[in-house]
């Protein structure tokens, strides 16, 4: 089993940046593929972001491309998402997850965190 415990979601204005953080624990990452989803409410889950653990690849939507960033601290198991200028449409909760292939499809995914809300004001 892998936990995942998701931190840093909060209040800022567009434009803003913050940084999400994904700590995990069990299992070790080597050979998974960490992703970020967001879910705003009414929306189904989207893809944000993914990042394989050994080599270090990401992949991300056009949504996000060139303002999110995800990186991994291969040391304290743990998975960033670096969001600059963002705009209210960014508003959701987001979510880390942990999988085996890398897919922007929620179900390619079978460890989740429980989520942290990211607000974004106008």
């Known amino acids: 089993q892998v936990q995942l415990v998701e931190s840093g979601g909060g209040l800022v204005q567009a434009g803003g940046s913050l940084r999400l953080s994904c700590a995990a624990s069990?299992?070790?990452?080597?050979?998974?593929?960490m992703g970020w989803f967001r879910q705003a409410p009414g929306k189904e889950r989207e893809f944000v972001a993914a990042?394989?653990?050994?080599?270090?690849?990401?992949h991300y939507p056009d949504s996000v491309k060139g303002r999110f960033t995800i990186s991994r601290d291969t040391a304290k198991n743990t998975v960033y998402l670096q969001m600059n200028s963002l705009k209210p449409e960014d508003t959701a909760v987001y979510y880390c997850?942990?999988?085996?292939?890398?897919?922007?499809?929620?179900?390619?995914?079978?460890?989740w965190g429980q989520g942290t809300q990211v607000t974004v004001s106008s």
């Open positions: 990042v394989r653990w050994s080599g270090g690849s990401t």
């Open positions: 997850a942990a999988g085996w292939t890398a897919a922007s499809a929620p179900a390619q995914y079978a460890y």
């Open positions: 069990g299992r070790a990452l080597v050979g998974y593929v």
